[in-house]
T-cell receptor
């Protein structure tokens, strides 16, 4: 699986959009980009994933650059409850299929 | 309700006293995995299982055992716990590992080994 690089921390004002970047310059053509978050020692929670196209669900939007070397997770209207560690992961289907690596993630702090 | 459950949620034990942390999922998922989380080291995978009777090592398997006799259960066994196994443990499951799947995590088990 490709390695990812995320900033260690970010702040965001409540009600504003939070844009969390992730670099995955060595991503392969069949690797998906996944985002999870972990709120204060709770179990990580899946947010969204994508391959090439931008994706949106009720929680967030995922923007993947055309060359797929980076992506951005967007929380459109951040709330205090969005304060968490956000993990960006890339995974390929059926390649070391069982192994799963979470990096250090980005600690997002949403401030009033 | 679809969920992954872990028991116990908190455990204090002493060095060398065998213990088991249970993990159960009710989603008929094929894949299950155990992670430990330590300050500054993030989530590290201990063991995973692709299906019943199929298990393999993750990144930090030393000192741990697992078994997968039933699809829904994936217990983590510490035969002789040591203080360096004090950690927060998470179990996770997913439908498969095709790249389409997402992992569902349990609430965590906080273990202190004295």
């Amino acid at each position: 699986d490709a390695k990812t690089t995320q900033p260690p921390s970010m702040d965001c004002a409540e009600g504003r959009a939070a844009n969390l970047p992730c670099n995955h310059s060595t991503i392969s053509g069949n690797e998906y980009v996944y985002w999870y978050r972990q709120i204060h020692s709770q179990g990580p929670q899946y947010i969204i994933h994508g391959l090439k196209n931008n994706e949106t669900n009720e929680m967030a939007s995922l923007i993947i650059t055309e060359d797929r070397k980076s992506s951005t997770l967007i929380l459109p209207h951040a709330t205090l409850r969005d304060t968490a560690v956000y993990y960006c992961i890339v995974r390929a289907p059926n390649t070391n299929a069982g192994k799963s690596t979470f990096g250090d993630g980005t600690t997002l702090t949403v401030k009033p | 309700e679809a969920q992954v459950t872990q028991n116990p949620r908190y455990l204090i034990t002493v060095t060398g006293k065998k213990l088991t942390v249970t993990c159960s999922q009710n989603m008929n998922h094929e894949y299950m995995s155990w992670y430990r989380q330590d300050p500054g080291l993030g989530l590290r995978q201990i063991y995973y299982s692709m299906n019943v009777e199929v298990t393999d090592k993750g990144d930090v398997p030393e000192g741990y055992k697992v078994s997968r006799k039933e699809k829904r259960n994936f217990p983590l066994i510490l035969e002789s716990p040591s203080p360096n196994q004090t950690s927060l443990y998470f179990c996770a499951s997913s439908f498969g590992t095709s790249g389409y799947e997402t992992q569902y995590f349990g609430p965590g088990t906080r273990l202190l080994v004295l």
